[in-house]
């Protein structure tokens, strides 16, 4: 599956956002190794902080079936915003552990397209080597 195939399914994932307060939709996709594609939206909530981002929706996703960071080889992110949508900090932080750090990070809205990595989105993340000594 390539780059434009991958975004195609992260903007149908988009289509189950339930976003009822921003209404700002949000889907993602993650491709793994073996062709396999997880689907995430926003999931909003009135109690904001329970709120789920698409991305962590899509790569948990993938994480309850067993993949894991060595396993996946890309994600796609998309918005029905002006602007591309990058992670948000909760989301770069999770990314930041259960991606490689050159995972393909594929951003995209109606409008234009970047290509990125966690690396790129979070220099110097705080990770489990941090944590564990």
Not at 5 to 18: C, D, I
Request: glycine letters at 8%.
């Amino acid at each position: 599956m390539n780059r434009e195939e991958l975004v195609n399914e992260a903007f149908k994932a988009m289509e189950n956002a339930y976003a009822p307060y921003s209404n700002y939709h949000v889907g993602a996709a993650v491709l793994t190794c073996d062709g396999t594609v997880f689907w995430g939206a926003n999931i909003e909530n009135a109690s904001y902080g329970a709120t789920n981002c698409a991305e962590r929706s899509a790569v948990f996703a993938a994480y309850s079936r067993g993949y894991r960071k060595e396993t996946i080889k890309a994600l796609a992110i998309v918005s029905d915003g002006d602007r591309l949508a990058g992670p948000c900090g909760i989301c770069r932080q999770v990314l930041g552990e259960l991606l490689e750090q050159d995972t393909p990070i594929y951003l995209s809205n109606h409008k234009e397209n970047m290509d990125t990595c966690i690396r790129e989105l979070l220099p110097m993340q705080f990770g489990m080597e941090d944590v564990i000594r």
